[in-house]
Nanobody, 123 residues
Framework: VQLQASGGGLVQAGGSLRLSCAAS????????MGWFRQAPGKEREFVAR????????VYADSVKGRFTISRDNAKNTVYLEMNSLRPGDTAVYYC?????????????????WGQGTQVTVSS
């Protein structure tokens, strides 16, 4: 499956952004989708994931209550709505797909990755 992320940008603290990730090539609803992020000098970290049907959603504690993950299987797209952004949210954000039936938030469990989109939050 091929993934194309978009929607990043520069925003002031407290602002909002909506990331999108368009998928192609395989049956989208068969894949668990995740959002990850990587800040300079840090390891890639889990942000949120959503099951193929959309019924199972998990968030990292750092974004819980501020970010919302969703998907539209008819449009082969997964979204990440980010509100109340903080400078600490600054990173390159990646969408990823996993065909592993076992739910996981580990990057190694995701076999397909988009190219990343930069999110910069200024104070």
């Amino acid at each position: 499956v091929q993934l194309q992320a978009s929607g990043g940008g520069l925003v002031q603290a407290g602002g909002s952004l909506r990331l999108s990730c368009a998928a192609s090539g395989r049956t989208f609803s068969n894949y668990r989708m995740g959002w990850f992020r990587q800040a300079p000098g840090k390891e890639r970290e889990f942000v949120a994931r959503i099951s193929g049907s959309g019924s199972g959603i998990v968030y990292a504690d750092s974004v819980k209550g501020r970010f919302t993950i969703s998907r539209d299987n008819a449009k082969n797209t997964v979204y990440l709505e980010m509100n109340s952004l903080r400078p600490g949210d600054t990173a390159v954000y990646y969408c990823a797909a996993s065909g592993n039936p076992r739910p996981s938030s580990a990057p190694a469990e995701y076999g397909y990755w988009g190219q990343g989109t930069q999110v910069t939050v200024s104070s």
